[in-house]
């Protein structure tokens, strides 16, 4: 069953513009969320990250809205470039020390037209 | 910086052909995963293991399985390959010790079974 709900699929925004990407989730003993960004012909990369106790975190240009009572999150990306033009993934897991698995959202593939 | 390597990025194997995918990473991590990337579907987790010679099976393990006799080396082999196995494998690793540490990915093993 699909744990971590994301959309949209695919998204095409003009440089500067702030493409939103959201998730969902149905699991409320999540309590770790990370975003990655993967490039073609790449492995995914942990972009930024966000646990439930705070409502948003920031590095530089990468936003995430956490939404406890929705169970949802998103990511905005300000300011955006082409070069951010990538697939985005969503996920969560639990902590379970040692024993934690990262369950990911299908993946929202973005473009940024110059 | 944290390495993980994949060993064969592009291979072509024959339905029920035996199959090895190598992964090997250089941070004496505990954690190492295999999952399978598919358009729209998603990072889907395969096998996993928290340390030498230990495996769980992930989400999707039916026609897989793993080897992990040493630290940094941990193997997913697909006993007799099946086109619906034709995807891009990636090998992931962690380190154990603290809740919510990084995943870092391998680039990637793209199988085409025919």
């Known amino acids: 069953q699909q744990q971590v709900k994301q959309s949209p699929q695919s998204l095409i925004v003009q440089k500067g513009g702030i493409p939103i990407i959201n998730c969902a989730y149905e699991?409320?003993?999540?309590?770790?969320f990370p975003w990655y960004q993967q490039f073609p012909g790449k492995g995914p990369a942990l972009l930024i990250a966000?646990?439930?106790?705070?409502s948003e975190k920031k590095e530089g240009r990468f936003t995430i809205s956490f939404n406890k009572s929705a169970k949802q999150f998103s990511l905005h990306i300000m300011d955006s470039q082409p070069g951010d033009s990538a697939t985005y993934f969503c996920a969560a897991s639990m902590s379970n020390f040692g024993n934690e698995k990262l369950t990911f959202g299908t993946g929202t593939r973005l473009t940024i037209i110059p | 910086d944290v390495k993980v390597t994949q060993s064969s990025r592009y291979l072509v194997k024959r339905t029920g052909e035996k199959v090895f995918l190598e992964c090997v990473q250089d941070m004496d991590h505990e954690n190492m995963f295999w999952y399978r990337q598919d358009p729209g579907l998603g990072l889907r987790l395969i096998y996993f293991s928290y340390d030498v010679k230990m495996k769980e099976k992930g989400d999707i393990p039916e026609g897989y399985s793993v080897s992990r006799e040493k630290k940094e080396r941990f193997s997913l082999i697909l006993e007799s390959a099946s086109t619906n196995q034709t995807s891009m494998y990636l090998c992931?690793?962690?380190?154990?010790?603290?809740?919510?540490?990084?995943?870092?990915f391998g680039e990637g093993s793209w199988l085409t079974v025919v």
């Open positions: 992931a690793s962690r380190t154990g010790r603290h809740l919510g540490n990084t995943i870092y």
């Open positions: 966000i646990r439930p106790d705070v």
């Open positions: 699991n409320t003993a999540f309590d770790y």
